[in-house]
């Protein structure tokens, strides 16, 4: 484990000058917003009980806020993550655009402490969480996921999308599975995470592989990366990838890709 993993999400980690870096979505937005919209139509699905008035969204790791100016349009929204240089920009994006989402510093071990933040912060009254990409980043799971139960309403969902290390693409690439990276300090198996989110006190499951949202949102937001001709190839890469994601062999489903919906 690193000593302080708020050092590996500085400036360069958003800017793809460090050597562990993330994809910067700043300049194509627009694009990443078929996914977001997307996904949060199949969110509003699962959203039950309590939960489905007055829609209150957060977005664990929520970067520069794209995903959360898109919740925005449905109801309440903001957003969590340890990098400050992300969320001052995040919010400086949101404000340029008119957007109510409000971005903060922290994560669900060190909620923010101001008087603003413990409002917005209270337990029992968010409709969604959302963890894309980031449960793997949680230095202790079980206490951050256990934050997460206190924090939604009855009949919320907590959405976590990550790898599924009981999938054949994890399991036959070994120790060179992309996954393995610096900030990613734990793994999981589909079992193991629903086992462990059951003993947090979530009931009901609903799984999706490769992702909670149709393979046309994937195109649109794809087409922003377009540049040459040959750019084209990477939606047949993507496609057959979906497709072989609905796939599995003894019981192993043949790709790692993996959303889950645990509601409480």
Known sequence: MPRSVKNLYAEGYYTGTAAFSYQDERRAERYHNFVHQARLRTIRKFITGPAATKLKFLDIGCAFGAFVRAAAQHGEAYGLDISNYAVKDGNRISHALASPAQLFAGDLSHLPADKKAKKIFTSGTFSAITLIEVAEHLRAPRIDLAKAFSLLKPGGVLVIQTANFAGLQAVRSGAAYHYYLPGHLVYYTAWG??????????????EFTPTD??????????????????????????????????LSFRGRPLTSSYVLYARK
């Open 213 to 246: 949202f149709p393979l046309t949102a994937k195109w649109r937001k794809a087409w922003g990366d377009v540049k040459k001709i040959s750019d084209l190839k990477r939606f047949w890469n993507m496609s057959l990838y979906h497709w072989k994601s609905r």
């Open 193 to 206: 995470l629903k086992e462990l989110l059951h003993n947090i006190g979530f009931t009901d499951f609903f």
